[in-house]
């Protein structure tokens, strides 16, 4: 009832094109956003900004990355952290280097430098595919940790290969507060987000979407597969490389490459595929869900106050996590994303159904 | 260059290879009867190794300790096909992929609020030492351990191999690795033939657990193990018993000899990717891997 | 809707926690950050168990002059994402954190510079950089009793009198068998120093973190090198799995020197026979301390104990979470002694409590813990404190010590190691190095 377009018409081109083409999509997205910023910043605890937004902010962004490549290019990935940590690496590396460099064009290139290292390990995928190109993106995952563990230049020449992000600068102002450091993530991964949404609707977003759906097909409709993957790989591992430098500099500070493991990969991935492939809320449901999860368990069983020894408590919360896990892929193979839809479909036509 | 060095790590390498082709069989198995890419077979591992170990521990002689397991793991290999994998008919792989990973956290927490998370030690009664008549006469280290596993292998891929070409049971679960619809329209039942893999890929995970939890001691980092498997998967090809067994040499005998001759001139540490490379250059020539099946694909 | 209001309720809910818990009084809190689950599970089970047996026992005898301890323990599973979020969840709760101890490099490392800003102190015993030593550019980091640098400098200095004198290490092949990150690089630049200085030959072999079970090629490298020693300086299944290998490659466990995260009941036991005579490093030499008996009868007699198993009370782990609480309890007490009686305080205050700890031989005496840890005083310059290890050789059942006294590292070999390494951190982060007043 409340959520129906009738009387919503389009009357323009811009109309039928724009991003939420219903009335109440945009003001639930208005008001989305006005809370993120405003309101956000100003109430939520320091606990709430530095232990969980940031956080969950910045691996959405990485989310969204993985997104680009599994969801809409179709091309399996376990290599995301690597990804990341090429992008924390080499933002430490410009400030560092090029002194006065600003902060923003540090990420900006650092996720250049991403993108670039993604290009060369997709070359693969133009002639492998499915699980045999996810096992080969292993080969990325360890052989990127290796480099930033053996090359003492990248770290420069600490002792054991950490990395301490320098104070973050933007225009005189030192973001150090965490509602300042929430701010400015929140502002990339917001505008990344928005160019990322059109990005897919756009030429470049299809083409993918196509090669997704049958790379031989897609190429006979003239499609080049090879520049169509390669740009995938490339966008993907950009959204990576800065996701990955802001881990380092606005949540970690210190970080090590051992901490861009595999385990973190394999999260990401999770975030995805519960969240939804090919969806750009699916990630951030996704992230929030696999992020906030295992969070929300260790507060519920905290706060019920059942007697149990502390490990059984532990190991038990990580086995909901996973039954949980099953539990929505049984439902919704498709991921959260897909159910908030259904939802959606249900609302427009809610309460007469036919 | 030294020979009787060079020999010692080539042995040690195809040693190695085979203890992980035991990891990778049950990967086989699993994903060539029903597509499923299952990634807690490690966990499955953990979980027979800690069940076994733990058993032991409690005072019952290893034969016991072992069947008793044996029951569990086949057990726990039909629930996961009853209440995971069958809901998932007929859904996307990466879904079923990602439910094995949601399964492998049930596993490893279960198989830790049972034995609680402290390391065991298996004893299965053979040395972990090198052989002794060859290291006097030859100088050369072969781990009398090592052997036994390979030929633990040796019997369990022959025992499979005629299992699948000789049995009923195995021609069915040949054909529905071919077509499951067409399995089906010939009267195969579908169900039963999946609890059975199941079963056996408990059976796999038993065995492949007992040997890696008795020669590195029964911990949580077994079920890392899978990482292990996957170069060998896709050097051998998801689908091919024998392949694994290949890939398995392969892996292990290239890590190695890498390792030690090419390792110290770049700083060492190259066998965390060095099989991945590997594998992607063989991808690069057989994307199906060297004994997968050939995917013909059409528009 | 569905997500604004989640939204919506995860902002309200996070208001009323930051509000409705008022300070109590007469309570000290101290978050601790455990890891019960994955694949250190068995390290932090016993650590952070002996930790709560040690407050439970505090408590038990009527608190800090009266304040009793409370502590809430947060599941990490060893991802630092998630120790940062265990840490800023508990650090304002029940008045605020005392201080904070979260046994794991990457968390130490994502804690560092949050530490600072929240003036709690951060404890890295035995563990995280060996430069926080340096309490002028890390005021609230306490590497407390000794830092991996000390631990080099200590493990040279025993090959070194094994071998009959310094001077015999000329000449001699030492092997660094480490794991591939950032903790087993952390001694490379003070074994190099000590090969410059010694003489000696340095062999650094490294074993990446995700092959950890198979080290085949390692020790086949080992074989041909024949060197007269081998540093292991590994994590968790690694240990274990070195100690095998060794063992089927015929090389000598006797030659093998292995560090104190390599020295623990959960190392060697998995190791079944490969492990008997194995050497390593500790600074919680295992004993039968009245403490540990005291612990024994006032807390697991009634079933209050930490331990599920009871066989682990009193193991490597236990003990050093042990000696974690003893200088956390005195630590307070003293911070009490300065900033009140009877009253519980600030992390700020608990600063200045860990930066003037003195734990004599009295001391210890007095705890019922003669030789369970090395003697200590912190300074400003010095939040190590020690520097002190021993070393001890498992027989296959226990543990059982190797030198009768205390190996002292050489202040002289690290100090300008500590202090270049402080002085790169502090111009990274502009930090003007400095002693914190009160």
């Known amino acids: 009832m409340f959520y129906r377009e009738a009387g919503q018409y389009k009357t323009s081109y811009a109309d039928d094109g724009q991003i939420f083409p219903i009335r109440q999509d945009r003001y639930a997205i208005a008001v989305l956003l006005l809370v993120a910023f405003v309101v956000v910043p100003f109430t939520a605890s320091a606990y709430l900004l530095s232990g969980i937004l940031i956080p969950c902010l910045i691996i959405s962004l990485a989310a969204l990355g993985l997104n680009i490549l599994t969801g809409y290019a179709g091309q399996l990935s376990l290599g995301t952290a690597a990804f990341m940590a090429v992008g924390a690496f080499a933002s430490y590396n410009f400030v560092l280097r090029i002194p006065g460099i600003p902060l923003l064009l540090a990420f900006a290139l650092a996720g250049m430098v991403a993108a670039f290292v993604g290009i060369i390990f997709g070359l693969p995928s133009l002639r492998v595919r499915g699980f045999y190109l996810a096992a080969s993106t292993l080969a990325t995952q360890f052989f990127i940790v290796w480099c930033l563990t053996k090359f003492s230049w990248l770290s420069n020449n600490s002792s054991s290969g950490i990395i301490t992000a320098q104070p973050m600068q933007i225009l005189g102002y030192t973001f150090s507060s965490p509602a300042s450091k929430y701010l400015l993530v929140l502002s990339i991964v917001a505008v990344m987000a928005l160019a990322l949404k059109n990005l897919v609707r756009s030429n470049t977003g299809r083409a993918w979407m196509a090669i997704r759906d049958m790379d031989m097909a897609a190429e006979v409709i003239g499609f080049p597969p090879m520049r169509t993957k390669l740009l995938a790989f490339a966008v993907s591992s950009f959204y990576c490389g800065v996701a990955g430098a802001l881990y380092a500099y606005a949540f970690l500070g210190t970080v090590e490459p051992d901490g861009f493991s595999l385990d973190l990969s394999f999260r990401v991935l999770f975030m995805i595929i519960i969240g939804g492939l090919g969806s750009i809320s699916g990630s951030f449901i996704g992230a929030g869900f696999v992020f906030l999860m295992p969070i929300a368990l260790n507060m519920f069983f905290g706060a019920t106050g059942i007697h149990m020894p502390e490990s059984v408590k532990s190991n038990l919360e990580q086995m909901i996590f996973g039954g949980l896990i099953i539990f929505f892929l049984i439902v919704e193979p498709h991921g959260l994303a897909r159910l908030w839809q259904i939802t959606k479909e249900k609302l427009r036509i809610w309460p007469f159904p036919h | 260059m030294n020979w009787q060095a060079f020999i010692e790590v080539l042995v040690g390498g195809l040693l190695s290879g085979v203890m992980y082709s035991l990891v990778a069989l049950g990967f086989v198995l699993i994903y060539k009867a029903s597509g499923v890419f299952n990634f807690a077979q490690g966990s499955m591992l953990f979980f027979a190794a800690m069940t076994c170990a733990g058993l032991v521990g409690k005072g019952l002689p290893l034969w016991a300790a072992a069947l008793v397991s044996l029951v569990v793991m086949v057990a726990l290999g039909l629930a996961v096909e009853k209440f995971v994998l069958r809901p998932m008919v007929a859904q996307p792989e990466i879904s079923l992929f990602m439910a094995t990973i949601g399964l492998s956290f049930v596993i490893d927490g279960l198989a830790q609020i049972i034995w609680g998370s402290t390391a065991m030690k298996l004893d299965l009664g053979v040395e972990d030492m090198p052989l002794e008549a060859l290291m006097d006469k030859t100088g050369i280290a072969v781990s009398q351990f090592d052997l036994l596993a390979a030929a633990v292998a040796a019997v369990l891929v022959s025992g499979l191999a005629v299992f699948f070409s000789k049995t009923k049971v195995g021609r069915a679960l040949r054909a529905v690795a071919d077509d499951h619809q067409a399995a089906l329209a010939v009267g195969i039942p579908l169900q039963r033939i999946w609890g059975i893999v199941w079963g056996v890929a408990g059976f796999v995970a038993l065995v492949a657990g007992m040997l890696w939890g008795a020669r590195n001691g029964v911990q949580f980092a077994l079920t890392s193990l899978a990482l292990k498997a996957l170069p060998v998967l896709i050097i051998g090809g998801f689908t091919s018993v024998p392949g694994a067994i290949v890939g398995g040499l392969i892996v292990g005998a290239s890590e190695k000899l890498a390792e030690v001759y090419i390792g110290p001139h770049v700083g060492g540490g190259i066998e965390a990717w060095f099989p991945y490379i590997l594998a992607l250059g063989v991808l690069l020539i057989r994307p199906e891997g060297l004994f997968g099946e050939k995917i013909i694909r059409r528009i | ?438």
Request: hydrophobic share 40%; with cysteine.
């Open chain 3, 1 to 438: 809707m569905n997500m604004r209001h989640t939204l919506a309720a995860t902002v309200a809910a996070a208001a009323l926690t930051a509000a409705a818990l008022p300070a109590q009084a007469q309570e000290q809190f101290i978050p601790l950050l455990s890891y019960r689950v994955g694949d250190y599970a068995a390290g932090g089970s016993g650590f952070y168990g002996g930790m709560i047996d040690y407050f439970n026992l505090t408590n038990a005898k009527g608190g800090i002059n009266g304040v009793k301890i409370t502590f809430e323990e947060c599941e990490t599973g060893y991802v630092p994402a998630r120790a940062v979020e265990c840490y800023e969840r508990l650090k304002k709760k029940n008045g605020g954190a005392t201080a904070v101890e979260p046994l794991g490099t990457g968390a130490a490392y994502g804690l560092l510079d949050r530490v600072a800003v929240d003036k709690i102190p951060l404890t890295t015993l035995g563990y995280g950089r060996a430069d926080s030593a340096d309490g002028k550019t890390f005021p609230y980091v306490f590497p407390l009793i000794t830092t991996y640098w000390s631990q080099a400098s200590a493990m040279i200095q025993y090959l070194g009198s094994k071998e009959g004198g310094m001077a015999k290490l000329k000449g001699k092949t030492i092997v660094h068998l480490y794991h591939d990150s950032a903790y087993g690089k952390e001694p490379i630049p003070v074994l190099d120093a000590y090969a410059a200085k010694e003489g000696f030959n340095l062999v650094k072999i490294p074993i990446p973190p995700a092959s950890g079970t198979e080290q085949g090629a390692q020790w086949a490298q080992i074989r041909q090198l024949k060197p007269d020693y081998v540093i292991l300086w590994g994590y968790g299944v690694m240990n274990t799995v070195a100690l095998k290998t060794a063992r089927k490659t015929g090389f000598p466990v006797t030659k093998i020197l292995g560090v104190w995260w390599a020295g623990s009941e959960e190392d060697v036991i998995p190791a079944g026979d490969a492990a008997n005579n194995y050497v390593t490093m500790t600074f919680t030499p295992s004993g039968n301390y009245p403490l540990v008996e005291e612990i024994r009868k006032t807390l697991y007699a009634k079933g209050r104990g930490n331990l599920e198993d009871k066989d682990r009370i009193g193991s490597v782990y236990h003990l050093r979470g042990l000696a974690a609480g003893i200088m956390y309890v005195e630590a307070m007490r003293n911070a009490q002694e300065k900033y009140g009686k009877g009253k519980p305080i600030t992390g700020e205050q608990m600063r200045w409590g860990f930066e003037n700890l003195n734990i004599d031989d009295a001391k210890l005496k007095a705890l019922g813990a003669t030789g369970m840890m090395p003697v200590m005083k912190t300074s400003c310059a010095d939040h190590e404190g020690s520097g002190a290890t021993k070393v001890q050789k498992w027989n296959g059942k226990k543990w059982e010590p190797v030198t009768k006294d205390w190996i002292q590292a050489e202040r002289d070999v690290l100090s300008k190691l500590i202090t270049d390494s402080s002085a790169k951190y502090a111009a990274d982060k502009k930090i003007t190095p400095a002693c914190a007043a009160g």
